[in-house]
């Protein structure tokens, strides 16, 4: 069973920085793509970034250029550096995990929270 735990998150000031990890176990492969998305009270889930097998970012306008999305496929984990945090990015941020070809976030973590303050 493939489980994705995720870890990093806490209290910052704004502008400052956190670390996001997420830790992917149970499978053998290689062969999955990561996305971090993040959910505030009353929204929907928003796609933040993702990375591919090969490497392949993408990211959300609002973060671009203050996070980034790195893969170690030896530790099979996944880091979301966040950089210039500001309040509004206050959320629960989930890692989730795609296999194959498959277009779909089949797994995801149990979240956790970010929160900055102003």
């Known amino acids: 069973q493939v489980q994705l735990v995720e870890s990093g998150g806490g209290l910052v000031q704004a502008g400052g920085s956190l670390r996001l990890s997420c830790a992917v176990s149970g499978r053998t492969d290689r062969s999955y793509g990561m996305g971090w998305f993040r959910q505030t009270p009353g929204k929907e889930r928003e796609f933040v970034a993702s990375?591919?097998?090969?490497?392949?970012?993408y990211y959300v306008d609002s973060v671009q250029g203050r996070f980034t999305i790195s893969r170690d496929n030896v530790k099979n984990t996944v880091y979301l550096q966040m950089n210039s945090l500001k309040p509004e990015d206050t959320a629960v941020y989930y890692c989730?995990?795609?296999?194959?070809?498959?277009?779909?976030?089949?797994?995801w973590g149990q979240g956790t929270q970010v929160t900055v303050s102003s």
């Open positions: 990375i591919s097998t090969s490497g392949l970012t």
């Open positions: 989730a995990a795609k296999f194959g070809a498959s277009p779909i976030y089949a797994y």
